[in-house]
């Protein structure tokens, strides 16, 4: 069973990471962890700690000579900031006066968190309900898609809209109606979005876009978009229709859904489908070259639970940063008085971080559903059951078919 444990604050020492269940023998170094969380630190519009921060994986525990042993992998990822708030954030005694922060933003876990937790001072809410977190989940989810790519699956995103400006020619169609080619590999999508400032695919969208931000900073206020994360090379199998804790879309729902502002998560043609005809919204099956599939993939890649072979096509909804610059109404919690809410450090636009924090998460599912079906120790072992599984697929379904069973 995969599972992974976060821990760390915005502005504390570090982040880090505990990430179990992976087998040993495959290849995870530092560089390829910090490629992915240099990605999560681009776009256009970002705030200024991004300048701060240089995010650095290193790897504490469980690989060896650059392998990983089949042990928990442990990873930390510095704050630079933490030495301007050593004495806000420090475990031990406090020293000297700190300002209490008593007004609470709307839209953050600020008010919730102080009425939960019993505390006096919303900065205990905001420094481990901030996106900080992420980083180390983007580290976690390197270790699965490196995992992954062994077995030639790969895990990619696009940003789809930002601020409602849409392309004029969405990838997200192609993808749902199963017209790309055969070997499409979900990471080229990835290097193409991420020349992008915005990470999206048309260069005319990106212009709207940033000449958006550019208006929206001047106002202080800031932007939301959609987002589609998608994987290629999941075999037919992974997941279940035998529990509803089973089931392949109900954990990759829980899992986008648990980052930071995302807000709406839907699966192929999603919401899209409940407006359509039964005719016009499933998958038709077909045999092409000797295989089954289906023409199109509405279905974003799951039936019933279970991965169809196509595409994981997975779409979601970022609301917009909840920090603004120009502040709205609120209330000043020491006095219980109407004041404007206060000014935290923050991004103008995040929807391109989330997109690879979704890739993060999409594989941590996925390398989770496939270990649960190919299991293994080792590298090795999980391939000879996986390689097994797929060379006789085709044949089982036939002869069962064929005699009857």
Same mark, same amino acid.
């Given at each position: 069973?995969?599972?992974?444990?976060?821990?760390?604050?915005?502005?504390?020492?570090?982040?880090?990471?505990?990430?179990?269940?992976?087998?040993?023998?495959?290849?995870?170094?530092?560089?390829?962890?910090?490629?992915?969380?240099?990605?999560?630190?681009?776009?256009?519009?970002?705030?200024?700690?991004?300048?701060?921060?240089?995010? #650095?994986?290193?790897?504490?525990?469980?690989?060896?000579?650059?392998?990983?042993?089949?042990?928990?992998?442990?990873?930390?990822?510095?704050?630079?900031?933490?030495?301007?708030?050593?004495?806000?954030?420090?475990?031990?005694?406090?020293?000297?006066?700190?300002?209490?922060?008593?007004?609470?933003?709307?839209?953050?876990?600020?008010?919730?968190?102080?009425?939960?937790?019993?505390?006096?001072?919303?900065?205990?809410?905001?420094?481990?309900?901030?996106?900080?977190?992420?980083?180390?989940?983007?580290?976690?989810?390197?270790?699965?898609?490196?995992?992954?790519?062994?077995?030639?699956?790969?895990?990619?995103?696009?940003?789809?809209?930002?601020?409602?400006?849409?392309?004029? +020619?969405?990838?997200?169609?192609?993808?749902?109606?199963?017209?790309?080619?055969?070997?499409?590999?979900?990471?080229?999508?990835?290097?193409?979005?991420?020349?992008?400032?915005?990470?999206?695919?048309?260069?005319?969208?990106? +212009?709207?876009?940033?000449?958006?931000?550019?208006?929206?900073?001047?106002?202080?206020?800031?932007?939301?978009?959609?987002?589609?994360?998608?994987?290629?090379?999941?075999?037919?199998?992974?997941?279940?229709?035998?529990?509803?804790?089973?089931?392949?879309? #109900?954990?990759?729902?829980?899992?986008?859904?648990?980052?930071?502002?995302?807000?709406?998560?839907?699966?192929?043609?999603?919401?899209?489908?409940?407006?359509?005809?039964?005719?016009?919204?499933?998958?038709?099956?077909?045999?092409?070259?000797?295989?089954?599939?289906?023409?199109?993939?509405?279905?974003?890649?799951?039936?019933?639970?279970?991965?169809?072979?196509?595409?994981?096509? !997975?779409?979601?909804?970022?609301?917009?940063?909840?920090?603004?610059?120009?502040?709205? +109404?609120?209330?000043?919690?020491?006095?219980?008085?109407? !004041?404007?809410?206060?000014?935290?450090?923050?991004?103008?636009?995040?929807?391109?971080?989330?997109?690879?924090?979704?890739?993060?998460?999409?594989?941590?599912?996925?390398?989770?559903?496939?270990?649960?079906?190919?299991?293994?120790?080792?590298?090795?072992?999980?391939?000879?059951?996986?390689?097994?599984?797929?060379?006789?697929?085709?044949?089982?379904?036939?002869?069962?078919?064929?005699?009857?069973?």
């Amino acid at each position: 069973m995969i599972r992974f444990l976060t821990a760390g604050e915005s502005h504390g020492k570090a982040l880090t990471v505990i990430v179990e269940g992976f087998p040993s023998n495959f290849v995870l170094t530092e560089q390829y962890i910090n490629q992915h969380l240099q990605r999560r630190q681009l776009g256009y519009g970002r705030g200024g700690r991004m300048k701060i921060e240089t995010d #650095t994986a290193e790897i504490l525990s469980g690989v060896r000579f650059e392998k990983t042993l089949g042990t928990p992998v442990s990873i930390q990822i510095k704050n630079n900031d933490w030495v301007n708030w050593t004495d806000k954030m420090t475990a031990g005694k406090k020293k000297g006066k700190i300002e209490k922060i008593t007004v609470p933003r709307p839209g953050h876990a600020d008010l919730v968190g102080v009425t939960k937790y019993n505390f006096d001072d919303i900065r205990n809410s905001i420094e481990r309900s901030s996106a900080r977190e992420t980083a180390a989940r983007v580290a976690a989810g390197s270790v699965a898609r490196r995992f992954l790519e062994e077995f030639g699956i790969f895990v990619g995103s696009f940003v789809e809209s930002i601020g409602n400006v849409y392309p004029d +020619e969405n990838f997200l169609t192609e993808l749902l109606s199963n017209k790309i080619a055969a070997k499409f590999n979900a990471w080229r999508l990835a290097e193409k979005a991420d020349k992008s400032a915005v990470r999206v695919l048309e260069k005319r969208q990106e +212009e709207k876009i940033i000449e958006l931000i550019k208006k929206i900073k001047k106002k202080g206020d800031t932007l939301g978009g959609t987002i589609v994360t998608v994987a290629t090379g999941v075999p037919v199998g992974l997941g279940s229709f035998v529990h509803y804790d089973r089931r392949l879309d #109900t954990d990759i729902a829980a899992a986008i859904m648990s980052i930071n502002a995302v807000k709406a998560v839907e699966i192929g043609s999603g919401f899209t489908s409940a407006e359509s005809f039964g005719s016009e919204s499933h998958d038709e099956i077909v045999i092409r070259r000797g295989a089954i599939t289906r023409k199109s993939n509405r279905a974003g890649g799951i039936e019933g639970g279970i991965s169809t072979g196509l595409p994981i096509v !997975v779409r979601s909804a970022m609301k917009p940063i909840a920090t603004l610059m120009s502040p709205i +109404e609120t209330i000043d919690l020491s006095k219980y008085k109407k !004041v404007m809410a206060r000014r935290e450090r923050s991004d103008f636009v995040a929807v391109p971080a989330c997109a690879v924090i979704s890739e993060s998460m999409l594989a941590l599912v996925l390398a989770k559903h496939f270990l649960l079906k190919f299991g293994g120790d080792s590298i090795e072992e999980t391939k000879d059951n996986f390689n097994s599984y797929i060379r006789k697929l085709d044949k089982r379904i036939k002869k069962n078919f064929k005699t009857g069973k």
